[in-house]
């Protein structure tokens, strides 16, 4: 668990330059999808839930930043912990344990979507990757919203719903489809070649055939 929680700080670390700043509400919904358990349900699962949140951000605090934290940023802790309590982002189960709302599900996405970017290997393997999508007028917002995700992350529009990417972007995608709710309505496509790709590979900067 020390670890995960470190690993969340250091990867929050590298969004920020200069001063550290580092989001508390992400790391708590971290926390909470993977799960803290005790031995037993303790009498007031609300309370021992907060302190074993600050306990694991303490220790992975103390360790990436050199510092303790402070009576602050503790407070500060609790403060987003209630706040995450009262907008039903996270709440207790039957068993006892906190888990995730539909929410606070989306909320966690958001922050996944955000930070994710598209890894780009040395050489290209020689293939496409075409999104394409069929989003009914009644989602006007989200096909607009998808398609500003999709050209701010540098994909060329083909044809009309249809864009294209020349590197593996299949999980990239799987967040865009959750984020929207869209699930069945992108297509996700591996194509070996495109007719006339020359300007393509241009635009991409790619090796020409």
Not at 46 to 60: F, H, N, P, S, Y
Request: with cysteine; aromatic share 12%; glycine share 4%.
């Amino acid at each position: 668990m020390f670890c995960y929680v470190t690993l969340l700080v250091q990867l929050d670390k590298k969004c920020y330059t200069g001063k550290v700043k580092i989001n508390f509400q992400k790391i708590i919904l971290s926390l909470v999808k993977l799960g803290i358990e005790p031995f037993a349900v303790p009498h007031y699962p609300g309370t021992w839930m907060l302190r074993q949140i600050v306990k694991e951000l303490d220790k992975a605090l103390e360790e990436e930043l050199e510092k303790k934290p402070t009576r602050q940023q503790k407070y500060y802790i609790g403060q987003i912990y209630k706040k995450l309590l009262a907008e039903k982002a996270i709440t207790f189960g039957k068993d006892g344990y906190l888990c995730l709302t539909s929410k606070g599900e989306k909320s966690l996405a958001n922050y996944r979507l955000d930070q994710f970017e598209i890894k780009k290997p040395k050489k290209w393997d020689g293939k496409f990757r075409v999104i394409t999508f069929d989003i009914s007028e009644q989602k006007n917002k989200i096909r607009i919203a998808l398609r500003r995700q999709l050209s701010s992350r540098g994909f060329v529009l083909l044809q009309y719903s249809v864009w294209v990417y020349p590197y593996e972007c299949q999980e990239l995608v799987a967040l865009l489809k959750a984020h929207f709710g869209i699930v069945t309505e992108v297509i996700y496509i591996t194509a070996e070649n495109i007719e006339n790709d020359h300007w393509l590979r241009k635009q991409f900067k790619l090796p020409l055939p």
